[in-house]
């Protein structure tokens, strides 16, 4: 009987489900391991053969943990609220929740299809209200808390609002958009608005004035990835930079310890260094510029106060305060038409096109407060406003992108390093070669170091600035002027914020005629009816971003079913964090950042018993497609095959992969393919068309999307889950190929055989030999030792030898053959199920434990030595390790393939090197 895999494949796929054999509940009796996927995005599109790769390698570790004897957490949702989903709404008039569930309903058919051992019982969907719930909820802990940096953590608004009364800001030192100071007695003569505007100033939940993202036609702020070259990346509609009232989420405050975290988990260094990167601490100075002719002070914020004297001129971002201040009557048009341009880059574009120098003058100038020195006062979009003050001074001889702006403008270049090409040194100047400061009085004679640090002093004792950690890290955005989204739990009171109190929660989207900005420019919940309290007060029309439901679904995951908590004690103290966490890099410096923040602060607050989420994280690579060309000669419907092409003047086509196999085009399926095909003809070789190819980004573009069910359908499921492993390491990215995938698909029905012959099975009860022990013991090591070092690639050919070398023996001994049931069950669970009952087995082969390998087994007690003649290899012996030399040199010169190769000579010497070689001088 052949391996029938859709029979097969089917029937465990509804036992497990039959079973609840993955639903999961706290055992303390056993030790815990949470393995988490980042969710998916439920998109109309479905699944490719990209997306199930990660998630198949941590169904391998879970199944793996599982046979450890741990009480494995593999849950798995959906990242439902996005851009996507409400377009379509706009574009048909249906409700985005109807086109969510179908998209969700089609990718939960797709994932069981493969077989994986989610725990389906605790699946959420950020679009739940009983799921966002906990998000509003979440936002109102932070609206309700402050940062103090004393204490290291957030503690109650309530705790502010009791030293404003008794001592003002006196002494405080804790996170503010702005230092304010007023007293105790000031604070109480406030109006209770005016109060509340100061509350947003500390508050980690705030509203500001904020510059985003704003694209006009899909109404609404995107974030830095939703925009490419100034364009939307949904639609391709022009986005500008605009000033915004909008929510922000306090993260900066969080910055040193998001950094002293990395510390702690287990993570790539590559990842952990773009987390410090995007991070940005940096150690400085804040220092004051006196502006000539008026009244303005320039604060600028520098990590080498030490190199002020070679400050030829300052830079302002585009969106300071200081620009509308310094702007001269004779640059205003020039500086509002560079704002203009800049209006429409995104901080990303302006931070990665390093080589794109642009800016304009301000008209002013700034005294250096060192050398007294006029500098004029310049405005580039090189300078964000997020960092520091949004001005610096420009150093050009110390920095490459002040040095081009320099060059750009003809502005002074004040030669502070010497770089070994006879560059003048300036009166007060740095000697690279020396490592010290010289010629000034200041500095003279002392590192970079000291130099920094003494500026830094002497800035502080003139008083015009003081020594300060900055960090690049911004306060995120929260607000987004869209329909599909967590409603805010806020209401507005004389146009100030308040929340709902938790009673009311969840807030749940009110039903509205069309997914659009309204007439006047509100988002699309100005047209929700009666969107008020009870009382009467407006609510809040934004909703919040993506990120907000993908924040802290891992620790709904532990809890997910709790009506009166996020997650309880008892669950959280169980599951306490992410053991493994498998996903795309491309969410470094988003999701993890905003999910760690996230935990931290739920942390400070007492809810969660672990400060960082994420123990170890794994970045799996990207599957790519292996995309098909064919080749129409220019001006005809005439196609010529790849090896004929250069005769011709032809253009280049994507087409299907589906409809060619090996590189061999489908000829009748590409003309049914389009329309515009169906009268095609083709010039072929060797009566074929050969197809190009090229490796690409799998994308329904290039027309090289593989369909998981397509391969399901034809190999199976276990097939696809070897295959997707076989294809390289999990964090390379690697081409698809369904070129190779019928070699894993032989290899399983091989292996089936190894069982079963004759349409039954065919295993025996009999003591195993030393060799066949050999090799499962051997394949157990290997196995193990792949699966704890994420090396699943290579643990396929191991399970092919070890397939092959028993098939060769002719093996099908119980004791043998069951535990490789057990050791391939987390790689192809479907037929090791079957086998493993097959062999009388009653419970699932998920609950058995995984077999120990044992090194007895693996002690070699003979070795097959080469045997050269003058140093040609002409045939081997297995000898055994326990016997000496000269043994060894008797029983080479007796066996009969020396005689043969001797032909007669005599032997001058034998040369013998233990477990390596024995050559025969003659």
Request: hydrophobic share 35%; aromatic share 12%.
């Amino acid at each position: 009987m052949e391996y029938n895999f859709k029979e097969v494949e089917k029937k465990w796929q509804n036992y497990w489900k039959e079973q609840k054999t993955y639903q999961v509940e706290i055992d303390p009796n056993k030790p815990k391991y949470y393995v988490l996927d980042m969710f998916p995005y439920p998109s109309g599109a479905g699944l490719h053969v990209g997306h199930p790769l990660g998630y198949i390698a941590s169904d391998i570790y879970s199944r793996y943990k599982r046979l450890k004897g741990y009480n494995v957490l593999h849950p798995m949702g959906y990242d439902a609220y996005g851009l996507p989903a409400e377009q379509y709404a706009i574009q048909t008039g249906q409700h985005p929740a109807i086109t969510t569930e179908k998209n969700i309903n089609r990718y939960r058919e797709q994932l069981d299809k493969i077989g994986f051992s989610f725990d389906w019982n605790r699946e959420v969907r950020t679009c739940d209200p009983h799921y966002y719930k906990w998000t509003q909820w979440a936002f109102i802990q932070m609206f309700n808390s402050f940062y103090n940096y004393d204490a290291q953590k957030a503690q109650p608004i309530s705790e502010l609002i009791k030293a404003f009364e008794t001592s003002g800001t006196a002494n405080l030192n804790v996170a503010c958009s702005e230092l304010l100071h007023f007293t105790a007695t000031e604070w109480k003569a406030k109006t209770e608005k005016e109060q509340q505007e100061i509350l947003l100033n500390y508050r980690l939940a705030y509203l500001a004035e904020t510059m985003v993202n704003w694209c006009p036609q899909l109404g609404t702020v995107l974030a830095n990835d939703e925009v490419k070259e100034g364009l939307s990346v949904r639609g391709g509609y022009p986005v500008v930079q605009k000033k915004m009232r909008q929510w922000s989420l306090r993260v900066s405050a969080y910055a040193q310890r998001l950094l002293d975290g990395l510390d702690v988990v287990e993570w790539s260094d590559s990842l952990k260094d773009i987390q410090r990167n995007w991070i940005g601490r940096s150690q400085g100075a804040d220092v004051i510029f006196e502006v000539k002719d008026s009244e303005v002070k320039l604060q600028i914020f520098t990590t080498r106060p030490d190199t002020i004297f070679g400050v030829s001129f300052m830079v302002l971002a585009p969106e300071s305060d200081y620009v509308q201040q310094l702007t001269t009557t004779s640059q205003q048009q020039a500086v509002e038409e560079y704002l203009n341009y800049v209006a429409k880059r995104t901080e990303r574009e302006r931070q990665s096109e390093v080589k794109k120098v642009t800016g304009v003058f301000s008209g002013s100038y700034a005294i250096n407060p060192f050398t007294y020195e006029a500098i004029p006062i310049w405005i580039s979009e090189y300078v964000l406003a997020g960092y520091g003050t949004g001005a610096i001074m420009a150093v050009p001889a110390h920095d490459s992108r002040d040095y081009a702006f320099a060059k750009k403008f003809n502005l002074p270049i004040v030669p502070v390093i010497d770089n070994g090409q006879g560059c003048d040194l300036s009166e007060n100047s740095y000697d690279a070669k020396e490592g010290k400061m010289i010629n000034s009085g200041f500095i003279n004679g002392l590192d970079v170091k000291e130099a920094i640090q003494h500026i830094a002093e002497e800035v502080e004792k003139r008083g015009i600035g003081k020594s300060k950690i900055n960090y690049r890290l911004r306060d995120a955005i929260f607000s987004r002027q869209r329909y599909w989204g967590e409603p805010f739990p806020v209401y507005y009171k004389e146009d100030m914020p308040y929340m709902l109190d938790e009673s009311k929660l969840p807030l749940e989207l009110p039903e509205i005629d069309k997914y659009l900005p309204t007439e006047t420019g509100e988002p699309p919940l100005g047209r929700a009816k009666n969107w008020k309290t009870t009382e009467g007060y407006p609510l809040e029309l934004n909703t919040m971003p993506g990120f907000a439901g993908s924040s802290a679904y891992y620790l709904r995951y532990m809890d997910p079913h709790n009506d009166q908590a996020l997650v309880s004690k008892e669950a959280n103290e169980y599951w306490r964090n992410v053991d493994l966490y498998l996903g795309g890099a491309e969410h470094a410096t988003g999701h993890l950042i905003y999910s760690r923040f996230w935990n931290h602060f739920l942390y400070d607050l007492g809810y969660v018993c672990e400060a960082e989420p994420f123990k170890k994280l794994i970045n799996q690579g990207m599957i790519q497609g292996r995309s098909n060309f064919v080749y129409r000669i220019q001006g005809t419907n005439t196609f010529v095959s790849y090896g004929l092409k250069d005769q011709y003047e032809t253009t280049e086509i994507h087409v299907n992969v589906n409809i060619v196999h090996n590189d061999i085009l489908d000829l009748e399926a590409f003309k049914n393919w389009m329309p515009e095909y169906n009268q095609a003809e083709f010039i072929l070789e060797d009566g074929k068309y050969v197809c190009g190819w090229a490796v690409e980004k799998m994308s329904k573009s290039m027309y090289n999307v593989v369909n998981p069910d397509d391969i399901i359908e034809e190999f199976g499921a276990d097939t696809l889950r070897l295959y997707e492993m076989f294809l390289g390491p999990l964090e390379a990215h690697k081409p698809w190929d369904t070129q190779g995938i019928d070699g894993v698909f032989k290899f399983l029905k091989k292996f089936w055989r190894l069982y079963i012959s004759d349409d039954k099975l065919n295993v025996t009860e009999e003591v195993p030999t030393k060799e066949e022990l050999k090799i499962l013991h051997k394949t157990l090591k290997k196995i193990e030792s792949d699966i704890e070092n994420f090396s699943f690639n290579t643990s396929i050919p191991a399970f092919m030898i070890c397939t092959n070398e028993l098939t060769a023996l002719k093996c099908n001994k119980r004791a043998i053959l069951e535990p490789l049931t057990i050791a391939i069950a987390p790689y192809a669970p479907h037929i090791a199920e079957e086998l493993w009952h097959q062999l009388g087995n009653t419970g699932s082969v998920t609950a058995a434990a995984f077999p120990q390998w044992e090194e007895k087994y693996l002690v070699e007690d003979a070795f097959e030595y080469p045997i050269s003649f003058n140093g040609k290899v002409r045939f081997k012996l297995t000898i055994p390790l326990t016997i000496s030399s000269a043994e060894i040199e008797t029983i080479v010169k007796m066996a009969p393939e020396t005689e043969k190769y001797l032909a007669g000579k005599t032997i001058k010497k034998i040369i013998i090197v233990p477990q390596k070689i024995v050559n025969i001088v003659i």
